[in-house]
């Protein structure tokens, strides 16, 4: 059978753009955007002049650097309000804050990313993470993430682990090839996912699925500085999530 080719290439590299726009941690110039996408200049060139007309990117004519634009915001926020899954997990997660007080997330899958699409901060503590809504992580470096890489079948866990480089976020970030798989076994088996300073450091995050019969729909997660994460509270966490996650899911196929 001849694999079906995407109508409109030039869609797929504007999203390579867009998609490290999203991830830069300073705002890229022409030549860091284009040595990323695997384009040359000129393409990169015209690609971006287009998404800076309609608002996608912005330009900063001083220092000739790139940026999301504002455009993307409305999207986004439209994507917010109408998530069924948002609406009625927010009650419940609301409820499990009130249990735990640590930081909370509630997240989707977007190709081979994460995207926060909620976030409720603790109410009596002092740390925060830096994590926001709409922002994007890399599935492997993430509980959630790694929740959704569970749910690949083999071949599809092949190909992202020979297309997606494996960089390390901190000392503890998993970068080799057969340690993830080995931890990806771990958690079909648990339904339960940690990262343990894998994408910040001194953080752990405990991350299950939520899903609607055999469909994963998406995934929560619980985070806690590192120095807060004993056995026992760990485990009262987890026995916090897997009511939030009952109830969740019994919302979803009601």
């Known amino acids: 059978m001849t694999k079906q080719q995407p109508y409109g290439t030039v869609l797929i590299k504007a999203a390579k753009i867009m998609d490290y726009l999203s991830l830069a941690k ?3 110039t022409l030549k860091d955007i284009a040595a ?3 384009m040359t200049m000129s393409t990169t060139l015209k ?17 000739k650097t790139y940026t999301i634009g504002p455009a993307m915001a409305r999207y986004g926020n439209k994507y917010m309000e109408e998530s069924k899954l948002k609406d009625i997990s927010g009650p419940i997660l609301e409820n499990l804050q009130t249990k735990v007080d640590e930081t909370i997330h509630l997240g989707v899958a977007n190709g081979h990313e994460l995207i926060y699409i909620d976030k409720l901060e603790p109410k009596h503590q002092s740390i925060f993470m830096s994590s926001k809504i709409g922002m994007s992580r890399p599935l492997y470096s993430t509980g959630m993430g790694k929740i959704f890489l ?8 092949s190909n992202y682990l ?5 960089h390390a976020y901190t000392q503890h970030t998993i970068v080799e090839p057969q340690q993830l798989i080995e931890e990806i076994d771990r958690i079909r088996k648990t339904a339960t996912a940690f990262d343990d300073e894998e994408m910040e450091k001194d953080c752990f995050c405990v991350a299950m699925p939520i899903q609607k019969g055999n469909d994963l729909e998406g995934s929560f997660s619980v985070s806690m500085p ?21 109830q969740m899911e019994e919302a979803l196929t009601s």
Request: hydrophobic content about 35%.
């Open 162 to 166: 020979a297309e997606t480089p494996l």
């Open 150 to 157: 569970s749910s690949f079948t083999e071949e599809q866990l």
């Open 36 to 38: 990323t996408s695997e």
């Open 26 to 28: 300073i705002p890229p």
């Open 47 to 63: 690609i971006l002049e287009t998404l800076n007309l309609i608002g996608f990117v912005t330009k900063n004519d001083k220092d």
């Open 226 to 246: 590192k120095f807060r994460a004993s056995e026992e509270r760990v485990q009262e966490i987890i026995s916090a999530m897997l009511q939030a996650k009952s």
